[in-house]
């Protein structure tokens, strides 16, 4: 299995633009999550979906930011306006309530600047 | 309000010594906690597990304990390698496992020197 895929990897935009960061979770997998890194407040969690649904997005910052799965295969991550404080690395990961491991998976990140 | 803390930001230690990576929390909903480890450009790993019905757990050179009275868990690696330096993130769940929302602490930064 090829992990977790976020697309992009890097992404530099201007502020005011919006952005999109993509995630494939690992197939059969039905829990996604997205997560934020940033120096000051470290990995905090956005937003999860189960099963293509939204469990809790208690952790979007604010309007701006949006998540859809629209299948199970397939997320994306959508900032709108864009501002300098929203530069950070965005990481995708997923899980199943299957496995005998119990563990989120995670992608390589999308580092996100916004000047 | 930071719910699980990791109060030391780095630690260095020689090859082949133990390395003792510390974390705090403060929710008494938390029941299931993780250590990941993370190398830079890539993300976290998986390392170890604990349910709050045990006081340890063990995986090869990584041992886990958790003291639920003192609200403190400790990842213990023996003996440490140079290939060991990476982030270390300490996680707690109220769920029960973790296909739920996990907190992160800040993370630890281990350098092992050869």
């Known amino acids: 299995d090829a992990g977790v895929i976020q697309s992009p990897r890097h992404e530099v935009t201007e502020m005011g633009q919006e952005v999109t960061l993509r995630c494939k979770p690992i197939?059969?997998?039905?829990?996604l999550f997205w997560y934020r890194q940033t120096m000051m407040r470290g990995l905090e969690l956005l937003i999860y979906?189960?099963?293509?649904?939204?469990?809790?997005d208690s952790g979007m910052p604010e309007d701006r930011f949006s998540a859809k799965m629209p299948n199970a295969s397939f997320s994306t991550l959508k900032i709108q306006p864009s501002e300098p404080r929203d530069s950070a690395v965005y990481f995708c990961a997923s899980s199943s309530q299957d496995s005998a491991s119990d563990e989120q998976y995670f992608g390589p990140g999308t580092r996100l600047t916004v000047t | 309000d930071q719910q699980v803390k990791q109060n030391s930001p780095s630690l260095s230690v020689q090859e082949g010594r133990i390395s003792i990576l510390n974390c705090d929390y403060t929710?008494?909903?938390?029941?299931?906690f993780l250590w990941y480890k993370k190398y830079p450009a890539e993300g976290p790993t998986f390392l170890i597990s604990i349910s709050s019905i045990k006081d340890k757990n063990e995986d090869g050179r990584f041992t886990v304990f958790l003291n639920k009275s003192a609200k403190h868990l400790s990842l213990h690696i023996v003996p440490s390698q140079p290939g060991d330096s990476a982030v270390y993130f300490c996680a707690a769940s109220a769920g029960g496992g973790s296909n739920y929302k996990l907190t992160f602490g800040k993370g630890t930064l281990l350098t092992v020197n050869p």
């Open positions: 979906f189960n099963n293509n649904v939204p469990i809790d």
């Open positions: 197939s059969g997998h039905d829990y």
């Open positions: 929710n008494s909903m938390f029941d299931y």
